[in-house]
């Protein structure tokens, strides 16, 4: 458990460190899928197995197929590499630094306690994972499943709106 | 499996104002499909309907405590309260909206859809009191923002102040979501009554977790409210957008994260105030110094306006600083003074900028007095209200914030208020120049040649009227206003 | 908990390899030679008139992301079908909100031409 932790975790760290490195866009895409399929093997590991498949349907899939297209649709010339930074690095270290520190600082010094929620791995067990949150999702989390219906609907005027050639 | 689905606690009544506005959303998009493009002006009608109802269906709210949907959502005068402020800002912003769209060929049903559904996202917000229903109302607040932000689809300004939000608001919200996953880390709880029970615990004040986790849960709320440090969109985007949703934006938005500020931090979290303070505070004196001070050098009045929110939200989170609800009461007093009145600061703005962007220029409104009296009128009503004279209403929003902290000082019979307190006098004072300075260049004589000019039309000339009217008679008799604000602070979880 | 994706993990194992031997046995079996037909984008296919490197159109943007909109409502569908003999004719009715809505937005896409390829 913890060794495949490790090893995906250093797969995390390197492929979004690619994500932020090169300066091709579609190698940054690309590194980003690598980044998400990743994080959908560690929900594996935490036993969700539904995050897991809903994170390489919506993200891997659905959302990197529209970064892609957004980056056809930008550049011309798809190999065209963006300007080297200039400063923005700088900034940029010394937030993650002071943020880091601040992180580290906190968990250092008081003890990191967390509660266990109502479903543990035993529960999922027994019922099984997409069962259970089907169960909390469709019952005390109705509204906010409903909710979110409207949120698409919106994002869906908008993409629209926004996007179409001619609005009628 | 069995679910026992009586368990959830089904109560529409409770949420009625957002199913309201939600369904007429809806019933406009539908609507738009069929009519033709040049009775568009029925959609308006029916948004300013739907917003009726759902002002109507607030006022059951009023004086209950009625929890629903598993304790996601309730029904309380604090919600009520909101409901009513976001309503009738929504209502006033359609009402002066299809002169404003004709005129700049932007005259499409998606705009009233869009107005409603930020409408209903707010309105969720004030409601809200688990972490998902705080999440989703802010989504569809957002959402529904960005993209009117860049309604003006073909201009660069609004495709760059639409683009500028998106990014920087899925920053924030990012922050916000991690805030959310370590405070239900750190509590096992998503509702804001188990999260209520758990930092009432004596250890709770030690617990990094969660700590680290609404010290996020704060950037996220602080940048919904353009406070400082997390304001840096709000100039350019309020810039860049139309102003007609600017106007909406900077009202109502303000108002929905002050309303998910307050029920997070005066009713959740009031034990843990000894360890929120002091970030909250710095937040709010940032605000009070960025604000005031850069305000100063702007010539661009929506940007001045704009430096003028954060100046606000600086105010409006004094209020909160106490951690109760009689500070509370002053900072649900100072959102309604600020809706009335930033609301008309803006419709002036809008209404001299009918007809192109280049007029927000201060150089422009020089003899405003002399062209069109009745808006220079009234821009100096709420200029005059911005600053905190008296009689306006916002003389009375700025006294009660400070009575409420000197309040929080002798009772607590300590000196921390008294820093933010200074801060915010000495800022009052400061806020008077660029304020004033906008009286002042309305009352130059004009160089040049004198402008047509332009008839105000009726709707903009009664919504104008309304607000400054309300502006000072709430001025005149704040006492109502300051016992409604007082009862819906009384939160209770 | 965690053996039980040990037959998963073997299967990715075994499809990498396939991979990589697909990729450098035949070469080496066979010597690489290439030809010009070889080099073509499509062996057998048209001829291709310009560089494939250019703006694409807006439209497979905004495909793409309404694509999402109801990949996200099929994903929402899942979960719920698990259980619903648990919910019975409440989750119907919970569905049919939520399927309504979207077929709202769907219709609302349709009358707005945004289905429509370039027209």
């Known amino acids: 458990m913890v060794v495949a932790f490790a090893i995906l975790a250093a797969w995390e760290l390197v492929t979004a460190i690619g994500v932020m490195a090169s300066r091709r866009p579609i190698y940054n895409a690309l590194s980003l899928v690598a980044n998400m399929l990743g994080l959908a093997v560690l929900f594996l590991l935490l036993n969700a197995q539904f995050l897991f498949a809903a994170q390489i349907i919506v993200y891997a899939g659905a959302v990197m197929v529209l970064f892609v297209f957004i980056i056809a649709l930008l550049n011309p010339q798809m190999d065209i590499t963006l300007s080297r930074p200039s400063m923005e690095w700088a900034y940029g270290l010394i937030f993650g630094v002071v943020f880091a520190g601040l992180i580290l600082a906190l968990v250092y010094n008081r003890d990191l306690t967390g509660i266990p929620g109502p479903f543990t791995p035993e529960v999922i067990d027994a019922f099984g994972n997409v069962q259970i949150l089907g ?24 993409a629209v709106y926004l996007a179409a050639r001619k609005i009628r | 499996m069995i679910v026992n689905v009586n368990a959830i606690g089904i109560d529409y009544t409770t949420i009625l104002p957002e199913l309201v506005v939600t369904g007429t959303a809806i019933l406009v998009l539908i609507l738009d499909l069929f009519i033709p493009a040049d009775r568009r002006r029925i959609l308006a009608l029916v948004a300013i309907l739907g917003l009726l109802g759902a002002l109507v269906a607030s006022i059951p709210l009023w004086g209950h405590n009625k929890f629903a949907f598993g304790d996601t959502v309730v029904g309380d005068s604090f919600a009520a309260f909101f409901n009513v402020i976001l309503a009738l800002t929504s209502i006033l912003t359609v009402l002066i909206s299809p002169r404003f769209l004709r005129a700049r060929q932007l005259d499409y049903g998606e705009y009233y859809v869009l107005i409603l559904a930020a409408t209903a996202g707010m309105m969720l917000l004030a409601a809200a009191t688990s972490l998902m229903t705080i999440f989703l109302g802010i989504e569809l607040l957002s959402l529904a923002l960005y993209v009117l932000s860049g309604f003006a689809r073909t201009q660069l300004r609004s495709q760059e102040s639409a683009l500028k939000y998106l990014l920087l608001g899925g920053f924030a919200t990012g922050f916000l979501l ?78 929905a994260a002050f309303a998910a500020v307050g029920r997070v931090f005066v009713a959740v979290f009031p034990a843990l105030q000894y360890r929120w303070y002091v970030p909250l505070a710095l937040i709010a004196v940032f605000s009070l110094f960025i604000g005031n001070l850069v305000a100063i050098v702007q010539d661009n009045l929506k940007r001045m306006l704009a430096y003028s929110g954060i100046a606000h939200a600086g105010f409006i989170l004094l209020g909160v600083l106490p951690g109760t609800p009689d500070g509370l009461a002053s900072t649900l007093f100072y959102i309604a003074a600020y809706a009335v009145m930033n609301f008309g600061a803006f419709a002036v703005v809008t209404s001299v900028g009918a007809r192109g962007e280049e007029t927000a220029n201060i150089n422009y409104w020089r003899g405003l007095f002399y062209r069109r009296p009745f808006l220079a009128t009234t821009m100096t009503i709420f200029m005059l209200s911005l600053a905190g004279i008296p009689p306006t209403v916002g003389f009375f929003a700025k006294l009660f914030v400070f009575r ?64 400054a009217a309300a502006t000072v008679i709430l001025g005149l008799f704040p006492g109502v206003i300051f016992d409604w604000a007082s009862t819906a602070a009384g939160v209770h979880l | ?107 609302y896409v349709w009358k707005k031409g945004a289905l429509e390829w370039g027209s």
């Open chain 1, 135 to 158: 169960a909390v999702l469709y019952s005390r989390f109705l509204l906010p499943v409903e909710v979110t219906s409207v949120l698409l609907l919106v994002a869906a005027v908008g």
């Open chain 2, 178 to 255: 991690y805030g959310m996953a370590l405070i239900y880390g750190a509590t096992g709880a998503t509702t804001l009554r188990g999260l209520a029970l758990v930092a009432g615990s004596p250890t709770a004040g030690g617990n990094a977790l969660l700590l680290l986790g609404i010290g996020f849960l704060s950037v996220g709320l602080a940048f919904k409210a353009s406070a400082a440090p997390f304001h840096m969109w709000t100039p350019d985007v309020y810039e860049g957008a139309p102003t007609i949703v600017t106007t909406f934006m900077s009202v109502a938005t303000k108002a």
């Open chain 2, 404 to 467: 409420s902290l000197v309040v929080a000082a002798q009772t607590a019979n300590s000196g921390q208020f008294w820093a933010p307190l200074i801060v915010a006098i000495v800022m009052t004072v400061v806020s008077f120049y660029y304020y004033l300075r906008v009286v002042v260049v309305m009352l130059m004589t004009p160089e040049g040649e004198v402008t047509e000019r332009e008839p105000v039309g009726a709707s903009m000339g009664t919504v104008l009227a309304i607000s």
């Open chain 3, 1 to 107: 908990m965690l053996s039980d994706y040990f037959p998963l993990l073997i299967f990715l194992a075994a499809i990498f390899v396939f991979g990589l031997i697909a990729l450098f046995f035949p070469p080496w079996l066979a010597g690489a030679r290439t030809t010009t037909a070889k080099a073509l984008p499509y062996e057998s296919g048209i001829v291709p008139r310009t560089t494939a490197r250019r703006r694409f159109a807006v439209s497979f943007y905004l495909t793409a992301m309404l694509f999402i909109i109801f990949d996200v409502e099929a994903i929402f569908i899942y979960p719920w079908a698990v259980i619903l003999k648990g919910l019975r004719w409440f989750g119907i009715a919970e569905m049919a909100v939520f399927v309504g809505i979207l077929l709202i937005a769907l219709i």
